[in-house]
T-cell receptor, first 114, second 113 residues
Framework: DAGVTQSPTHLIKTRGQQVTLRCSPK?????VSWYQQALGQGPQFIFQ???????QRGNFPDRFSGHQFPNYSSELNVNALLLGDSALYLC?????????????FGSGTRLTVV | GNSVTQMEGPVTLSEEAFLTINCTYT??????LFWYVQYPGEGLQLLLK?????DKGSNKGFEATYRKETTSFHLEKGSVQVSDSAVYFC????????????FGSGTRLQVQP
């Protein structure tokens, strides 16, 4: 049973560019959340998607946007990249009915902005 | 708002030593509490959880008890191994809504042979 799959694993972008990260949730999960983890810090919640809609959002600017597809996979888009956007981006999936089993996290995409 | 505070790291222990990593939280109501572990170059893995006061989560020799009176969820292990070296994150999710996780800043554990 595949867990959460994220792509790409690493990428390097230039300031001002745009980037798209992708996530496939664990089989049977229908909710996808995205987190940003800066070096040496805990993950920070970006937003959560359920039924193809953004349901909850953390304290991130509108440059961060997302999408969820009918097969529950998701994309995270970041526009006008800043150096401070360099981080590990984690995708987590769960069942919509609750978190009694916690989230399942992917291994992340390491984004470097130069 | 919700917040999680963990003890500063790194924590350096010898193999077979006793481990405690402190975690306290601020939240409304009765959140669910979690410990996640992150090995080098990897994502987060759920280590254990507790969903109500006085619950004890346990897994792979690690334990943590949900203490409402002290708003704490300290992680313990009786005898650590070199393979336990990793970063440990305490986290909470609120009792209602879509329950986004709020994480502490993490505690790095280094176990020496």
């Amino acid at each position: 049973d595949a867990g959460v799959t994220q792509s790409p694993t690493h990428l390097i972008k230039t300031r001002g560019q745009q980037v798209t990260l992708r996530c496939s949730p664990k089989s049977g999960h229908d909710t996808v959340s995205w987190y940003q983890q800066a070096l040496g810090q805990g993950p920070q919640f970006i937003f959560q998607y359920y039924e193809e809609e953004e349901r909850q959002r953390g304290n991130f600017p509108d440059r961060f946007s997302g999408h969820q597809f009918p097969n529950y996979s998701s994309e995270l888009n970041v526009n006008a990249l800043l150096l401070g956007d360099s981080a590990l981006y984690l995708c987590a999936s769960s069942l919509s009915q609750g978190l009694t089993n916690g989230y399942t996290f992917g291994s992340g995409t390491r984004l470097t902005v130069v | 708002g919700n917040s999680v505070t963990q003890m500063e790291g790194p924590v350096t222990l010898s193999e077979e030593a006793f481990l405690t990593i402190n975690c306290t939280y601020t939240a409304t109501g009765y959140p669910s509490l979690f410990w996640y572990v992150q090995y080098p170059g990897e994502g987060l893995q759920l280590l254990l959880k507790a969903t109500k006061a006085d619950d004890k989560g346990s897994n792979k020799g690690f334990e943590a008890t949900y203490r409402k009176e002290t708003t704490s969820f300290h992680l313990e292990k009786g005898s650590v191994q070199v393979s336990d070296s990793a970063v440990y994150f305490c986290a909470l999710s609120p009792p209602t809504g879509r329950r986004a996780l709020t994480f502490g800043s993490g505690t790095r554990l280094q176990v020496q042979p």
